[in-house]
């Protein structure tokens, strides 16, 4: 954390796993969202208080959180859900493990926010149009230096997933490099959305959404590349598809 320039997590995290790290990733998605939506109606961001489930249906080995060297050490199949006050949406936050997610635990939490509505809370009336993941490079998408390349074992087993089972919920993908041979789409996110999220001050200060409620996490600050993919973050955006029923 860089005082002057931005919060401190909040709470300080006291290492990984840790509730006080738990608690300051969930405080920082929320209050991102809710300062997004300030200049942007259409994202959720006025949330109720959060309701804890029951634990939801899992087989052995899909709700690991911590995994050790040869067994699962704490199990967690309960989900935490925000529920927009608007109508715009909801948040629903699974906690499967840090830097050890698995391709496994990650089709569960899909495959269980998709016939688990009701259990959550969400509108089952609404038609499920996508199911989009964040960005993550493969090695062999990353080949060539086209873009950052990111490996997070978490967004891989997310990417992993989505790429390999037909969860039947219309388009199916994730962001990757431009110079992935598997890519299909593109979208440029609009100039307002990325100042709002990414603003620096003059005197280096986070102004933007993100840079404010993520800057514990980085040692710098999350830079947006606005012409490449040089950076995590990146204005132009693009998407390998791999089911689109």
Same mark, same amino acid.
């Given at each position: 954390?860089?005082? $002057? /320039?931005? !919060?401190?997590?909040d709470p300080v995290p006291a290492g990984r796993w840790s509730p006080e790290c738990v608690d300051?990733?969930?405080n920082s998605l929320l209050s991102y969202l809710g300062e997004m939506s300030v200049t942007d109606?259409? %994202?959720?961001?006025? @949330?109720?208080p959060p309701v804890r489930t029951p634990p939801l249906p899992a087989a052995p080995g899909e709700t690991c959180r911590i995994d050790g060297a040869d067994r699962c050490t704490s199990e967690?199949?309960?989900?935490e859900v925000w529920i927009d006050r608007q109508v715009r949406g909801a948040v629903v936050l699974f906690d499967l493990g840090d830097g050890d997610l698995t391709e496994d635990e990650a089709a569960w939490g899909i495959r269980t926010t998709l016939d688990q509505r009701g259990a959550l809370g969400l509108d089952t009336t609404l !038609?499920?149009?996508? /199911? %989009? $993941?964040? =960005?993550?490079?493969? !090695?062999?998408?990353a080949a060539g230096g086209s873009c950052y390349p990111y490996t997070h074992p978490d967004h891989l087993a997310l990417h992993r997933a989505l790429w390999d089972v037909d969860f039947h919920a219309g388009l199916q993908a994730a962001a990757t490099c431009a $110079?992935?041979?598997?890519?299909?789409?593109?979208?440029?996110?609009?100039?307002?959305a990325v100042d709002t999220a990414f603003r620096i001050g003059r005197g280096g200060e986070r102004l933007g959404a993100h840079v404010r409620n993520y800057g514990w996490l980085w040692p710098d =600050? =999350?830079?947006?590349?606005?012409?490449?993919?040089?950076? /995590? @973050?990146a204005q132009h955006q693009y998407f390998w598809v791999r089911f689109d029923e």
């Amino acid at each position: 954390m860089q005082p $002057g /320039l931005e !919060p401190p997590a909040d709470p300080v995290p006291a290492g990984r796993w840790s509730p006080e790290c738990v608690d300051a990733r969930r405080n920082s998605l929320l209050s991102y969202l809710g300062e997004m939506s300030v200049t942007d109606a259409r %994202i959720p961001g006025d @949330f109720a208080p959060p309701v804890r489930t029951p634990p939801l249906p899992a087989a052995p080995g899909e709700t690991c959180r911590i995994d050790g060297a040869d067994r699962c050490t704490s199990e967690d199949s309960t989900a935490e859900v925000w529920i927009d006050r608007q109508v715009r949406g909801a948040v629903v936050l699974f906690d499967l493990g840090d830097g050890d997610l698995t391709e496994d635990e990650a089709a569960w939490g899909i495959r269980t926010t998709l016939d688990q509505r009701g259990a959550l809370g969400l509108d089952t009336t609404l !038609p499920v149009v996508a /199911l %989009i $993941g964040a =960005y993550a490079a493969e !090695p062999e998408a990353a080949a060539g230096g086209s873009c950052y390349p990111y490996t997070h074992p978490d967004h891989l087993a997310l990417h992993r997933a989505l790429w390999d089972v037909d969860f039947h919920a219309g388009l199916q993908a994730a962001a990757t490099c431009a $110079g992935d041979p598997h890519r299909t789409i593109a979208a440029t996110v609009s100039d307002t959305a990325v100042d709002t999220a990414f603003r620096i001050g003059r005197g280096g200060e986070r102004l933007g959404a993100h840079v404010r409620n993520y800057g514990w996490l980085w040692p710098d =600050y =999350y830079r947006v590349a606005r012409d490449n993919q040089s950076d /995590l @973050f990146a204005q132009h955006q693009y998407f390998w598809v791999r089911f689109d029923e």
